[in-house]
Structures are given as structure tokens and as C-alpha cells.
């Protein structure tokens, strides 16, 4: 099981708006492959992955906000 997770992306921030998912349960995904978009006061960047694995659980939805460290999903 790896978890993905939402980076520290500024000195200051401790939240991030969610705005786009790239993955679907069940879906393969492999190392570098966009995971999902968030959103700060001062940069929007892509969530990528950091190891390879099938989505087994998506922890976050598109729209919110969430914190630094929130799971975004899990891969096996």
C-alpha cells in the first residue's frame, strides 16, 4: 500500500483546493503519471506519482479544500 499525498508546496501553505482528479479506482497508474491539480493563493500545479500501482481508494474530491499532508488516494 502507498499513499499519495498532498506536498507542502510554500512556506506558508497549510491548505490547497483540489480542482481536478486524473484517476479513477481501479485505474494503473505509473510513476509520473498526473494524479491530480491543486490550487494555492500563488501556484497551481499537478500532482504526479511517486510510485506505481493501481488506485485502490481516492481519499479527496474535485472542488474542495483540503490540507497539506491529506491523503489523496492509495495505490497497491
Sequence with gaps: MHEIRIPKVGMSTVEVDVTDLHV???QRVEVG???ADIDTDKVTTTITADAAGTVTTIAVTAGQTYAVGDVICVLE
Excluded: S, T
Aim: hydrophobic share 35%; net charge negative; glycine share 16%.
Design 24 to 26: 479513477q479506482i481501479g
Design 33 to 35: 503519471d498526473p494524479i
